[in-house]
């Protein structure tokens, strides 16, 4: 069993390039959600997936696109990557919205 | 708009000593407060309390819910070099299926 993982957990792009963090989660949760934190600005929720076949924005969902592909996965791209996405995200599920959060190990971006 | 504070920012303290973390809100429509302690890398969960779950204890760890107050406090007892982290604390605004975190709380417990 092991929980929610993240890939990649470590990118370096150029501005401008793509790119798109996979999330997987083995614990059946209806619900998942991506986060980036930042330095100073705690977690900002980027977008959720309340069930499978639905997702919602959240606080900062410019620049991002997800894609609940099943159950299990909930992917986050970033299409056209700016310094100002640097940061660390962070995939999480709960078996029911709002829920307590398992969350996956991050993935450190930097957009140079 | 939905707000979660957190206080203080940080905090340094001794190995032994007693702390206490504050976490006040603004939410409509009040369901839950969880906290969540984060070491080098994702936060783990630590408590949940709701309206009928207002206290919670694990170990040297406890939380209290203030309903009237808004707000809730992490107890932590007798602290230990592995308590230093950043303690996350979140509540569900209204009826949306998310989270909102305060910024933490970044607790070190030196020698």
């Known amino acids: 069993n092991a929980g929610v993982t993240q890939t990649p957990k470590f990118q370096v792009l150029k501005t401008g390039q793509s790119m798109t963090l996979q999330c997987a989660q083995d614990?059946?949760?209806?619900?998942m959600y991506w986060y980036r934190q930042d330095p100073g600005m705690g977690l900002r929720l980027i977008y959720y997936?309340?069930?499978?076949?639905?997702?919602d924005k959240g606080e900062v969902p410019n620049g991002y696109n997800v894609s609940r592909l099943n159950k299990r996965e909930f992917s986050l791209r970033l299409e056209s990557a700016a310094p100002s996405q640097t940061s660390v995200y962070f995939c999480?599920?709960?078996?029911?919205?709002?829920?307590?959060?398992?969350f996956g190990p991050g993935t450190r971006l930097t957009v140079t | 708009e939905d707000k979660v504070v957190q206080s203080p920012l940080s905090l340094v303290v001794h190995e032994g000593d007693t702390v206490t973390l504050n976490c006040s809100y603004e939410?409509?429509?009040?369901?839950?407060l969880l906290w969540y302690k984060q070491e080098k890398k994702a936060p783990t969960f630590l408590f949940m309390l709701?309206?009928?779950?207002i206290e919670k204890k694990s170990g040297r760890l406890s939380s209290i819910l203030d309903k009237k107050e808004l707000s809730s406090i992490l107890n932590i007892t007798a602290t230990q070099t592995g308590d230093s982290a950043i303690y996350l604390c979140?509540?569900?605004?209204?009826?949306?299926?998310?989270?909102?975190f305060g910024t933490g709380t970044r607790l070190q417990v030196t020698l």
């Open positions: 997936s309340a069930s499978e076949g639905t997702t």
């Open positions: 979140a509540v569900p605004p209204g009826t949306a299926s998310k989270l909102t």
């Open positions: 614990m059946n949760h209806n619900s």
């Open positions: 999480a599920s709960s078996e029911r919205a709002s829920g307590a959060g398992h």
């Open positions: 939410v409509t429509n009040f369901r839950s």
């Open positions: 709701t309206s009928s779950g």
